[in-house]
């Protein structure tokens, strides 16, 4: 990109983490770290440490819709990605919007957080299943996730592949069922029904994981807004959370952050290295 040029723009939806871990903290640093320029609607606040969740507010609809006309009119994006939403009425809403944006859409469909504090409200699941999902491009659940939207419990690798079908059922173009719950190395699998991809990494024995599925999320959507096609997208979001994860680190008394500048510290210790 030459001096002067407007990078790729991604425009995040999510709530904000005051620990800065995760949330739109965490897709703002993702989308700097992968080159393009990332904006954000704030959708709720949260009073967030390493070790859990004191605290959420929800932004009211009409403040989140503003926020994302002023964007999307003005500056335009290639690429949406949806966080926290917290509320049927803030899913249907976003859905609404990002149906009539016209550009990928990746849909993090967040349920619990890291600690297992709810950040969605049940009574906005079908909103999610009925109104969310099928605007987006790639939908990205970990298998608590998919428990919850679809009933479907997998407890092992083989299973991965009925989760999928079950959330492709709902109307994503394309759904990674994340396996990063189970044992043995870090697995997902990337589906639209007929095409399949497994990605597959070390497991790295790292505790401070907080903010991985924000981070991929992000990662995906910037991916897209440059271009590439799905899967080369996912695959490359992919290795930007494994090299995260190695690199997360303790912060607090509870789980830290994957790092999201850890190819920018690699650069600064070997300037030799590409």
């Known amino acids: 990109m030459s001096a002067g040029t407007a990078p790729p723009r991604v425009l995040t939806v999510a709530g904000s983490d005051s620990g800065g871990g995760a949330g739109i903290q965490a897709d703002l640093k993702t989308m700097l770290a992968l080159g393009v320029h990332g904006m954000s609607v704030l959708t709720a606040v949260t009073a967030q440490n390493s070790l859990g969740v004191q605290g959420a507010w929800e932004l009211p609809v009409e403040a989140v819709r503003a926020q994302y006309r002023s964007v999307v009119d003005d500056i335009g994006v290639q690429a949406v990605k949806t966080g926290m939403l917290a509320s049927a009425e803030l899913v249907a809403a976003v859905a609404d919007l990002i149906a009539g944006t016209?550009?990928?859409a990746?849909?993090?469909?967040?349920g619990v957080?890291?600690?297992g504090d709810a950040l969605l409200a049940a009574s906005a699941l079908d909103s999610v299943?009925?109104?969310l999902l099928p605007a987006a491009t790639v939908a990205t659940p970990n298998l608590d996730e998919v428990e919850q939207l679809t009933g479907?419990?997998?407890?092992?690798e083989e299973e991965m592949r009925r989760a999928a079908d079950a959330v492709l059922e709902f109307g994503p173009r394309w759904?990674?069922?994340?396996?990063?719950?189970?044992?043995?190395?870090?697995?997902?699998?990337?589906t639209d029904g007929s095409e399949e991809h497994w990605?597959?990494?070390?497991?790295?024995?790292?505790?401070?994981?907080?903010?991985?599925?924000?981070t991929l999320a992000s990662a995906i959507a910037s991916e897209l807004a440059k271009g590439?096609?799905?899967?080369?997208?996912?695959?490359?979001?992919?290795?930007?959370?494994?090299?995260?994860l190695a690199a997360g680190f303790a912060l607090g008394g509870g789980i830290g952050p994957v790092d999201h500048a850890w190819a920018f510290w690699q650069r600064e210790t070997d300037p030799g290295r590409a």
């Open 102 to 104: 016209g550009v990928p």
């Open 106 to 110: 990746v849909v993090d469909p967040v």
């Open 113 to 115: 957080s890291k600690h």
């Open 129 to 131: 299943r009925a109104k």
């Open 152 to 156: 479907v419990r997998v407890r092992a």
């Open 175 to 190: 759904v990674v069922i994340k396996g990063g719950h189970l044992a043995g190395e870090a697995v997902d699998l990337l």
């Open 199 to 214: 990605l597959r990494a070390p497991r790295h024995d790292n505790r401070h994981t907080h903010g991985t599925g924000c």
């Open 228 to 244: 590439r096609p799905v899967p080369e997208a996912v695959a490359a979001a992919k290795a930007y959370v494994t090299g995260a």
